[in-house]
């Protein structure tokens, strides 16, 4: 379900002009997971009418991808439905991206030999995307995790009008870096881009500890240009699918229905989102790690299946699995 205001790399281009892309979501599903999806776009971008029309249409459906809302239109959406709702809800842009992002950090920092408790953590785009990411971060051990808009480093001491910048404020940062991207990106050992493109230089790159990790994610033109990038990153991520480490949702979203579906789960909830990033990561054996294949591509079919799994074990492991499965499952 979209309203069509935050549509990748275009923006608030309507419900009509949205319509294909959500049919292109229905497809993936699909394809990768064998889940019927049906696009739905409203023609509103009020927050009471749409929670209003998505639990009058609920009883037909399994479960609610809420795709391409506007931040921080999307939190309350989310927020309400889950609660006034027995079936998943989960929005893609901020969990599909979150769960793939993490399981890409897994693997690299097996090539990097560096652990999450110790890592110093740049998230630069505290949207909608940005705050799952450093949620999920911090739920996976992170603790040195610096959010960064064009203001500057988010911090507890600042006062934000935004509430989700508040919140978000009262998690990260803490040793109370202050200053711009600039600033806060010294001696950190992971960059995180969800922003706007081309944000990050290299001497930025070059300001970070050693053996740093880039996951520029704005798309179609990311942070920085990998081939810039390229001399002075150890592992270098994107959202492109012509470059090496795509962060691509269809690793995350196909997978982690299916599981919840065939266990008919009450919610999509924190262990679930962690248990499909470790299962993504485990696709990547430890043979076939390298600085350019830390996450499986979009095509291989080992995926769906390991995320359905982890998915289920733990809907069951946390109490909101409703269904038994045959043992022919």
């Known amino acids: 379900m979209s309203d069509g205001t935050a549509v990748l790399g275009l923006g608030d281009i309507g419900p009509m002009a949205a319509m294909p892309v959500m049919e292109g979501k229905a497809m993936l599903f699909k394809e990768f997971a064998g889940v019927d999806a049906f696009p739905i776009c409203l023609d509103t971008k009020d927050p009471d009418e749409i929670v209003r029309i998505v639990k009058a249409l609920a009883p037909a459906f399994g479960g609610i991808n809420l795709e391409d809302i506007s931040s921080p239109r999307c939190f309350e959406i989310e927020e309400r439905l889950k609660q006034e709702l027995d079936i998943p809800v989960f929005h893609d842009d901020q969990h599909g991206t979150a769960v793939v992002l993490l399981a890409g950090l897994l693997n690299a920092l097996k090539i990097t030999g560096k652990q999450m408790a110790d ?86 790159v070059k300001s970070m500890a050693k053996d740093p990790i880039v996951f520029a994610m704005a798309n ?102 409703r269904k038994r499965l045959r043992e022919s499952n």
């Open 119 to 204: 890592i110093k953590v740049v998230v630069n785009g505290i949207g909608a995307a940005g705050i799952a990411c450093s949620k999920m971060l911090l739920a996976a051990g992170v603790h040195n995790l610096i959010g960064v808009d064009r203001f500057g480093a988010i911090q507890r001491e600042s006062h934000y009008d935004n509430p989700h910048w508040a919140a978000f404020a009262q998690l990260t940062n803490p040793n109370l870096e202050v200053g711009s991207l600039s600033d806060v990106i010294k001696n950190a050992d992971v960059f995180i881009g969800v922003s706007a493109p081309n944000i990050l230089t290299v001497d930025h």
């Open 220 to 321: 179609p033109i990311p942070e920085i240009d990998p081939e810039q990038a390229k001399p002075y990153v150890r592992v270098m991520a994107t959202g492109r699918s012509d470059k090496p480490n795509q962060i691509n949702n269809v690793l995350c979203f196909p997978g982690i229905f299916r599981g919840a579906l065939d266990c008919r789960a009450s919610e999509i909830n924190e262990a679930m989102k962690l248990a499909a990033a470790h299962a993504i990561a485990s696709v990547v054996s430890d043979d076939e790690l390298n600085e350019t294949y830390i996450i499986p591509s979009v095509f291989n079919q080992k995926v769906v299946e390991k995320v359905r799994e982890a998915v289920i074990d733990a809907a069951y492991r946390t109490g909101v699995a």
